[in-house]
C-alpha cells in the first residue's frame, strides 16, 4: 500500500486548507487512515482519522471542532479539512495506513501504522 499527501502550504490564522492523501495498492475493505503531525522540536502526534468501512472518525481534542477527516471511496482517497487554521498548527502534516484497525474504533498509536506517505508542510503565520 502506498500513500501519497498533498495540499501544505502557507496559510495565514485563521484560514482553511485542505490536505489530501491518495491510497493505492491492494488493501482489505476494512482499514484506517491516520492523519499524524510532527511540528520542529515536537514529537508526533495523532490528529485525525477515519475507517475505511464505516466512517467513522476520531480527532484530538486539540482539532476537534476544526478539523473534518473524509474519505472518496471512488477515488482512493481520505481528506482533511483544516479549518480556523492556528500558528500552533504548523507542522509536517503525514497519512498513515492502518490494515487492521480495532474494532470499532482507530488506533491513535502511530506504531499501528504500517504504511506512510511522505510528510506536506503546513505552515500557519499569525
Known amino acids: 500500500v502506498q500513500l501519497q499527501a498533498s495540499g501544505g502550504g502557507l496559510v495565514q490564522a485563521g484560514d482553511s486548507l485542505s490536505l489530501s492523501c491518495a491510497v493505492s495498492?491492494?488493501?482489505?475493505?476494512?482499514?484506517?487512515i491516520g492523519w499524524f503531525r510532527r511540528a520542529p522540536g515536537k514529537e508526533r502526534e495523532f490528529v485525525a482519522g477515519?475507517?475505511?468501512?464505516?466512517?467513522?472518525?476520531h480527532y484530538a481534542d486539540s482539532v476537534k471542532g476544526r478539523f473534518k477527516v473524509s474519505r472518496d471511496g471512488a477515488k482512493n482517497t481520505v481528506y482533511l479539512q483544516m479549518n480556523s487554521l492556528k500558528p500552533e498548527d504548523t507542522a509536517a502534516y503525514y497519512c498513515?495506513?492502518?490494515?487492521?484497525?480495532?474494532?470499532?474504533?482507530?488506533?491513535?498509536?502511530?506504531?499501528?501504522?504500517?504504511?506512510w506517505g511522505q510528510g506536506t508542510l503546513v505552515t500557519v503565520s499569525s
Open positions: 495498492g491492494r488493501t482489505s475493505s476494512r482499514y484506517a
Open positions: 498513515a495506513f492502518d490494515r487492521a484497525p480495532p474494532a470499532g474504533t482507530l488506533s491513535t498509536i502511530s506504531f499501528r501504522y504500517s504504511n
Open positions: 477515519i475507517v475505511s468501512s464505516s466512517a467513522s472518525t
